[in-house]
């Protein structure tokens, strides 16, 4: 599975949306991007995921670049509840596909 | 989303000592469920993945005799940590996969070991 490349940590003012980047430059065709977030001390929650066009759920928006070589998680409205780290990860389907993941990004929201 | 839970949230256990740990997916059918661990401050680990019915597949460096994994069916996964010691102190999460939807993985809330 490719690996990503994302910001160490950012920081978003509550209530403006955050922009999560994520490189992913060596994804190969059958590969999606999906993206979780982990609230300390609790197991990783789902958000998104995408092929290559873009998504948008209850949660967020994904945006992938048309090359697909780096995408972008948009929370719309961030709350104080959104801190978290968040992980962008490429995976194919099918059996084979594994969810490995790297450092993710450190999201404070701050008031 | 899809719910996996997790039995117990949290144990401590003397070293030398064997716990098992089980995951469950409540209200969907997983073929393949996945381990991970967890240290403080870092990313999570995968260390197998197991399949309904048949044998576990390790990850590189995962001991396969000391962390014992069966998948006897397909809403149920148990871990067993053969004779803990302090440095399997660690946070485990499970997840299992839904095959029945667009194979989104979910996982469970994890469970805390601390090993004496």
């Known amino acids: 599975d490719a690996k990503t490349t994302q910001p160490t940590s950012m920081d978003c003012a509550e209530g403006r949306a955050a922009n999560l980047p994520c490189n992913h430059s060596?994804?190969?065709?059958?590969?999606?991007v999906y993206w979780y977030r982990q609230i300390h001390s609790q197991g990783p929650q789902y958000i998104i995921h995408?092929?290559?066009n873009n998504e948008t759920n209850e949660m967020a928006s994904l945006i992938i670049t048309e090359d697909r070589k780096s995408s972008t998680l948009i929370l719309p409205h961030a709350t104080l509840r959104d801190t978290a780290v968040y992980y962008c990860?490429?995976?194919?389907?099918?059996?084979?596909?594994?969810?490995?993941f790297g450092q993710g990004t450190e999201l404070s929201v701050k008031p | 989303g899809a719910v996996v839970s997790q039995h117990p949230s949290r144990v401590i256990c003397k070293s030398g000592t064997s716990v098992k740990i089980e995951c469950r997916s409540l209200?969907?059918?997983?073929?393949?469920m996945f381990w991970y661990r967890q240290f403080p401050k870092k990313s999570l680990m995968l260390m197998a993945t197991s399949n309904e019915g048949s044998k576990a597949t390790y990850e590189q460096g995962v001991e396969k005799d000391k962390f014992l994994i069966n998948h006897a069916s397909l809403t149920l996964s148990t871990l067993t940590v053969t004779s803990a010691h302090p440095e399997d102190s660690s946070f485990y999460i499970c997840s299992a996969r839904d095959l029945a939807g667009q194979e989104t993985q979910y996982f469970g809330p994890g469970t805390r070991l601390l090993v004496l």
């Open positions: 995408g092929l290559k």
């Open positions: 209200d969907f059918q997983a073929t393949t």
């Open positions: 990860i490429v995976r194919t389907r099918g059996q084979g596909g594994k969810l490995i």
């Open positions: 060596t994804i190969s065709g059958n590969e999606y």
